[in-house]
C-alpha cells in the first residue's frame, strides 16, 4: 500500500498488466453456465442480481481507476487469488450440502472478512462491498460458482 501510494503521488503508472492479474480477466466456464446473471439465476439467486450487480460494479470500477498503477495490480491480484483459493477449497466443496444462506456466511466468513483484515485501509479502501463486489465479479469470470 506504502508503494501504490508512491506511485499515486508520483503518477507513475505501467501500460503493461501483471500475468497473475491477466489470468483472472480471461473467462473460463467449467460447466456451461455463464456469467452472473446466469449463475444467480442457476443456483436460485435470482433475488439478489440487483446487490450483486451493483456490488459487481463497484469491485469493477476500483481496478480500472487503478490499474495503471504496477502495486494497485499486485494488491488486486492478490486479492483475486487469495478470493478464488478460499472459495474453492471453503466454499464449493459445500454448496451442495449448506442452505443459500449458510453458502453467504461462508463467503463472509471465510473470504470477505478475512480480505478486508489483509487489505483494508490505504489508497483505495477495500471494504465488504468491495470484496464481496470481487467475488461476484469473480462469478461473471467464471471462476467463482455457488452450485456444483
Not at 450487480?53 to 504496477?70: P, Q
Not at 463467503?107 to 462491498?129: K, L, Q, R
Request: aromatic fraction near 10%; charge should be negative; include cysteine.
Amino acid at each position: 500500500m506504502e508503494k501504490l501510494a508512491h506511485e499515486i503521488a508520483t503518477n507513475e503508472e505501467t501500460r503493461q498488466q501483471i500475468d497473475t492479474l491477466q489470468l483472472y480477466f480471461e473467462r473460463r466456464s467449467h460447466d456451461g453456465v455463464e456469467g452472473l446473471e446466469a449463475k444467480l439465476e442457476h443456483s436460485g439467486r435470482a433475488d439478489c442480481k440487483l446487490d450483486a450487480f451493483a456490488k459487481k460494479e463497484l469491485f469493477a470500477k476500483l481496478l480500472t481507476r487503478y490499474s495503471l498503477y504496477a502495486s494497485a495490480q499486485e494488491i488486486f491480484a492478490f486479492m483475486l487469488a487469495r478470493a478464488d483459493t478460499r472459495f474453492r477449497t471453503y466454499v464449493l466443496p459445500r454448496v451442495d450440502e449448506l442452505s443459500i444462506s449458510e453458502i453467504d456466511a461462508l463467503v463472509i466468513s471465510d473470504i470477505v472478512e478475512p480480505i478486508v483484515e489483509e487489505i483494508g485501509f490505504g489508497p483505495f479502501n477495500v471494504n465488504d462491498a468491495i470484496v464481496a463486489g470481487m467475488v461476484y465479479w469473480l462469478a461473471e469470470q467464471c471462476f467463482v460458482r455457488r452450485h456444483k
